[in-house]
């Protein structure tokens, strides 16, 4: 965990890492009013505090590399030693350590940080490059599930069919990410393994799906061919029959009437990264659109940059947000759904239940009097996993009595 040193909006930096008057300035700097609170970027112990040439007072604090690794200097404070600190003290990201000043050589109140890569005294860095994808102070964290052990069978298996490519290699796998691809052209999961399955095609991806179905091409303890030397990093989604170049409404289209429900494959997509995740111990959580990712979790492609192949999927319109709602969703056996859920998604729910089902057999009208009740003996159906596996029935009632409405499971049986 990285954090910013001051709450957003606190500063403004007012000197980059780099050349600067005939010299070089080997830190950043955070121009805020004089007794600003700062805050710890990385948990760690204090290293020095107290008085240091050019910087009045200073604070260091080393992290071992469970902590981030590194070491990050504070500096210009008035006093160093205003909230207690002393050498050795344990700091936490985020906690907060002193006072932004104006001591030693400062034109103005600010806060001067300096990170060395390894530990005091080795290479120092862009402190804005090592800043680069930390949160600030009290911003809400995004949305994420960290799989623990034991849950792995909780989340179900999704695929639905296995079809093994000649095109992977083994060994050397190092799995940090679940990784999303598009397929920039109009085939279905079945075409599209077909294709992956010729030796001449020279790629693969670990699975492949669609609206219909979730396809096994290369097993997933060894490497498919899909993004250069991030093959062995990852596990390679393909969502078939998909371009980079949608917008986000495509993506979340349930219309069927363009041979696919866009929706839907988001949602069986959903399930692949929730069970990828459980299995492997990765948290639920989008990590991509920073450059190459620093922490285990699910990204694109293009997050990989010219190391993965120089990829630009699945694009910058991606629902990165619904994806990870939903997997996160799957992953808790769908029963934060309905915390989730706006009264007007229930309905749109509902409305696309209905909108499957109807067609011209005989049969289908029986699906939907299962799908409404539950079936003729209580439990033969077993819902919508979008709404918890619960019936339209069921879920109506549920949601119903979340937003307050009184006894609208009786109202319900009454009719
Ligand atoms: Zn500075
Ligand atoms: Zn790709």
Known sequence: MRLYPLRKGAYTVSSPFGAREGGFHYGLDFAAKDGTPFYACQSGTVQYIGKADGYGEWIVVDSDDSEGGGCVEYGHMWDAFATGLKVGSKVKAGQHIGYVGSNGGSTGPHLHITVWERGYGGKRIDPAGWLRGAGHLGEPEAPTATPSKGTIMAVPNPVTRTQISPNRHSGGRDVDWIVIHTQEGSGTARSITDYLCRPAAQVSYNAVCDDRETVLVVPWDQNPWSAMNANNRGDHILMAGSFASWSRNRWLSPDVSDGKNEDLQLTRTAALVAWRCAVRNIPIRYVGGKGMPKTPGVCGHVDF???????????????????????????????????????????????????????????????????????????????????GSRTLYDLTAAVAEKQGVPNTRDTLEEK
């Not at 630009?312 to 939903?326: A, Q």
């Not at 009264?343 to 109807?358: D, G, R």
């Open 305 to 387: 940059g010219q190391w993965g192949g120089g990829h630009t999927d699945p694009g910058p319109n991606f629902p990165w947000d619904e994806l990870i709602r939903r997997a996160i969703s799957i992953y808790n056996g769908g029963k934060d759904w309905l915390a989730m859920a706006t009264m007007a998604e229930v309905e749109a729910l509902i409305y696309k239940c209905l909108k499957t089902y109807v067609g011209p057999i005989g049969s289908d009208v029986k699906d939907i009097r299962q799908q409404i009740t539950g079936g003729r003996d209580s439990g033969q159906y077993p819902g919508f996993e979008q709404g």
